[in-house]
């Protein structure tokens, strides 16, 4: 596997709550790569969580922050980086994805409410109907998401450690479509 990737980091996108952070961290395992989560990131250099930075420079604040971060993070290599999920908004942050393999995690929205409903460090979701609100944010990044070299529709029977070994097993044709294309050979 490592072979074929190069050494090419890996970005997981997709909607909070998505397992982006969890299955990252396996896949950097069994790539021998370095694990980051953009997130976190943020509020080390911040320091703040990023429910006060939502409140003290509001989403622009945070967007600003995060775009920082990344642009950072794509001059390393061998990296699995698991991105936040309104990251792929600014067009300057999907541009910077690019030196890399960028993998949709498809979540049905549905799942993420479930998986949502206790958290409350989601700036994002205070509000009245946050189902609702998760379905307006997936309406708006769908065509953003749909650009990634690999989708993975998730199966909600599927263990994080289920789909890690997927993604990593479906890598490889990523490749070999995208060196069609010219992208990543």
Request: aromatic fraction near 8%; charge should be negative.
């Amino acid at each position: 596997m490592s072979n074929v990737v190069k050494g090419l980091n890996i970005y997981l996108i997709g909607m909070m709550g998505a397992g982006k952070s969890t299955v990252g961290r396996l896949i950097a395992n069994q790539l021998d790569y370095h694990f980051f989560d953009t997130d976190g990131l943020i509020s080390q250099v911040a320091g703040q969580s990023i429910n006060e930075i939502f409140a003290t420079a509001g989403e622009e604040g945070f967007r600003d922050l995060e775009t920082q971060v990344i642009s950072e993070l794509c001059a390393y290599k061998n990296l699995v980086v698991a991105t936040g999920g309104g990251l792929i908004i600014r067009q300057k942050n999907w541009s910077y994805l690019q030196h890399g393999v960028v993998v949709w995690l498809d979540v049905p929205v549905e799942q993420l409410y479930a998986r949502l409903q206790e958290d409350t460090t989601r700036p994002l979701l205070r509000d009245p109907d946050p189902l609702g609100k998760l379905k307006r944010l997936l309406s708006d990044r769908l065509n953003m998401y749909a650009q990634a070299d690999l989708h993975i529709q998730v199966d909600s029977h599927e263990t994080a450690d289920e789909l890690a070994a997927r993604i990593l097993q479906e890598i490889p044709q990523a490749f070999k479509s995208e060196n069609q294309n010219g992208k990543l050979s």
